[in-house]
């Protein structure tokens, strides 16, 4: 599902609510450093046609306009959400159109939260963990605990490591939100315990303040993958409720 605009919606979120959305990458196209099995924006080499990134300039007077139109139409808005065709924090103008788009809410929609889905491949970089800093809900996305897993399912750009992933993702020091997606393909099972339980090691280690999971909610480019329920996420993530973490299950 390819967006066609810079801004877009808002649509309804089952982990955001009413979401206005920042596409930061090529309107006609997909820019990733990940190549997820499930992206419901499909494969990356089917979103080459357009490479052009939005500047800071064009995001910000987009984004003004619509929350303009919003705000005149008594629309909601309870987030402003970096979400897209692709990984955001790879917009060159990332830190600013942040810096812009936190002064923008503040006028029209000061209650709304600012929320950055990301892979968090680029953390370990300082204007984008400093940016990432400034937004409520900066989400982050870890899927599997090894580089193996993770090139089963999320297929990353070269030069991923998980290990210097979970490293930058300590500097929030527990401040942010950990999103990860249950599903079961022919090569990855979000329940086995080579993925359950190194995952769950690493959201000990880490301690993010809430725990966002999820499953397949739309089609996805690669065929055969198997949603989970509800209640089988419930158990498989039990151990962590009864330690106390904030837990959100979507199914």
């Known amino acids: 599902m390819i967006r066609e605009e810079t801004v877009f919606g808002p649509i309804f979120s089952r982990r955001l609510g009413s979401s206005l959305g920042i596409n930061l990458l090529p309107v006609n196209g997909k820019i990733c450093t990940f190549d997820c099995i499930y992206c419901e924006c499909g ?3 089917d ?12 995001v910000r007077e987009a984004l003004e306009a619509k929350l303009k139109q919003l705000l005149k139409d008594g ?14 924090t790879i917009n060159p103008d990332f830190p600013q159109i942040i810096d812009d788009t936190i002064k923008l809410r503040d006028q029209y929609y000061p209650k709304a939260k600012v929320s950055v889905l990301s892979n968090a491949t680029q953390v ?21 605990p090894t580089n193996e897993l993770i090139e089963r399912i ?73 949603k989970f329920t509800y209640e089988e996420m419930k158990t498989f993530l039990d151990p962590l409720i009864q330690e106390g973490f904030c837990v959100q299950i979507k199914g």
């Not at 909601?76 to 692709?86: A, E, H, N, Q, R």
Request: hydrophobic content about 35%.
């Open 43 to 45: 494969w990356n080499k």
């Open 124 to 144: 370990h970089r300082p204007e984008i963990f400093a940016a990432l800093r400034k937004v409520d809900n900066p989400i982050m996305k870890i899927d599997a």
């Open 47 to 58: 979103g080459r046609d357009d490479t052009r990134l939005p500047k800071a300039a064009e």
């Open 75 to 88: 629309v909601p808005v309870d987030s402003i959400t970096f979400s897209g065709d692709g990984e955001s």
């Open 154 to 226: 999320n297929k990353p750009a070269p030069g991923y490591d998980v290990h210097r992933v979970v490293e930058a993702l300590k500097q929030f020091n527990g401040d942010f939100v950990l999103q990860t997606i249950f599903l079961k393909g022919k090569d990855f099972d979000s329940s086995s315990p080579e993925v359950l339980n190194g995952w769950m090691d690493i959201v000990r280690l880490l301690k993010p303040r809430e725990v966002m999971a999820y499953t397949i909610d739309r089609p996805t480019p690669e065929e055969g993958l198997q």
